[in-house]
């Protein structure tokens, strides 16, 4: 029976978990302070702690289990099946981030999902991906062809992805405008709540990224 499994095989460099000493430092800072946390402050508190747990459930859980009948992708928090035969494309893409390449499963109507471990940190040698490959070719049956408008799927999908990393830099960037801002205005003797910090970034990446979103689907791509 064919079967075979990805796992965790060395640690990958978190650069994300470098967040944790700014966390503390922030929790340490506060606990010091004689003034009561805000809303914000409890916000974040909370936040960074599960997000430091889901970055290692993700490492510690990841599996990616090659069957008779597919693949499964097992995450932090949810299980992925696909059978062979479902399978449109199965590709070696670059990330923006470590791991440099990740391997992805795009399904028949565009929708894509990464591999666990299966990237350049957790697989030595790259022919692995080509054998991953001729793995799906040989069980996705002889009557498999792929379907039309699967791959214009997959560029709109990518298209609305680009219009959503670029509503999430506009939000960035208002964020920060919005702190200097605020701490010039409390020079002023102006008050600013502490909300408006998060609020008002989060109000521009919805309605930029939703913006961008209806125009990639109105003429195909973000120019």
């Known amino acids: 029976m064919f079967a075979h499994e990805y796992r965790l095989r060395k640690w990958p460099s978190l650069n994300r978990l470098l967040i944790i000493p700014f966390w503390l430092f922030i929790a340490i800072l506060h606990a ?5 946390l805000s809303g914000s402050d409890v916000a974040i508190f909370v936040i ?10 993700r490492e510690v859980r990841g599996r990616t289990l090659l069957g008779p009948d597919g693949i499964t992708a097992k995450g932090a928090l949810r299980v992925r099946r696909i059978a062979w035969a479902d399978i449109h494309d199965i590709r070696a893409e670059p990330s923006k981030d470590r791991p440099l390449w990740v391997v992805r499963v795009y399904d028949r109507t565009g929708r894509r999902f990464a591999l666990p471990h299966v990237n350049n940190e957790q697989i030595d040698d790259p022919a692995e991906v080509e054998t991953l490959i001729d793995a799906w070719r040989v069980r996705r049956g002889p009557d498999w062809a792929p379907l039309p408008g699967t791959e214009a799927a997959i560029q709109l999908r990518a298209a609305r992805r680009k219009a959503w990393t670029r509503a999430g830099i506009v939000g960035v960037v208002v964020m920060v405008a919005t702190f200097v801002a605020s701490i010039a205005l409390v020079f002023k003797d102006i008050d600013v709540p502490a909300y408006v910090m998060w609020v008002l970034p989060a109000a521009v990446f919805g309605v930029t990224g939703a913006a961008l979103s209806l125009r990639v689907g109105r003429i195909g791509e973000v120019s």
């Open 32 to 36: 010091t302070s004689p003034m009561p």
């Open 48 to 57: 960074l702690p599960v997000f430091v747990v889901y970055l290692v459930l």
